[in-house]
């Protein structure tokens, strides 16, 4: 199976800030990578696939890069509603493992 | 408006079963593969099972397999998720989420049922 690791686990950042976010594979994915959102008591929500490409209606603000076994996600302007818990997600192979979640709080 | 929602959750106890459902609407729902993920109370994202469009394949986790079923009824525009010999580390958050593209992403979830094993 594959392990997927986040780094850092919780991130302390203020609006306007420029964050990222790392996430590596046990094994190489290729861009088989996805990103969500989530917040308190919310389902998450889909914001990157394929390593560095947007969902629709996701502010151009986030982005993300990597491939192989190396990737992030990054913030360029922190705003108030960004301030959730991110992970990373393998499509590669099943069982579509998860990160273990970056929680990004205010400063 | 596309959406998913689960249903059937709730408080059982351990060894017991539980069926959950998640009804698709706003899309064609038997052109997608499913999915469902679970959370525990304050924990991450974890994925439990995976069924493709016309039900003929699953997938499962290694925690869940030989106790959990997947499956689906695409008249009736249901997925459904069959747990049986429930154990308390089962107590999670279950959402299902439907797949798209090329890179296999979960773009909408539903709300989420709680489902708590306990006695």
């Known amino acids: 199976d594959i392990q997927m690791t986040q780094s850092p686990s919780s991130l302390s950042a203020s609006v306007g800030d420029r964050v990222t976010i790392t996430c590596r594979a046990s094994q190489s994915i290729s861009r088989y990578l996805n990103w969500y959102q989530q917040k308190p008591g919310k389902a998450p929500k889909f914001l990157i696939h394929?390593?560095?490409s947007l969902q629709s209606g996701v502010p151009s603000r986030f982005s993300g890069s990597g491939s192989g076994t190396d990737f992030t996600l990054s913030i360029s302007s922190l705003q108030p509603e960004d301030f959730a818990t991110y992970y990373c997600q393998q499509s590669y192979s099943t069982p579509y493992s998860f990160g273990q979640g970056t929680k990004l709080e205010i400063k | 408006e596309v959406q998913l929602v689960e249903s059937g959750g709730g408080l059982v106890q351990p060894g017991g079963s539980l069926r959950l459902s998640c009804a698709a609407s706003g899309f064609t729902f038997s052109s997608y593969w499913m999915h469902w993920v679970r959370q525990a109370p304050g924990k991450g994202l974890v994925w439990v099972s995976r069924i493709n469009s016309d039900g003929s394949s699953t997938s499962y986790a290694d925690s869940v397999k030989g106790r959990f079923t997947i499956s689906r009824d695409n008249a009736k525009k249901t997925l459904y998720l069959q747990m049986n010999s429930l154990r308390a580390e089962d107590t999670a958050v279950y959402y299902c989420?439907?797949?798209?593209?090329?890179?296999?992403?979960?773009?909408?979830w539903g709300q989420g049922t709680m489902v708590t094993v306990s006695s």
């Open positions: 394929a390593a560095s």
């Open positions: 989420a439907r797949e798209i593209g090329v890179y296999d992403a979960f773009d909408i």
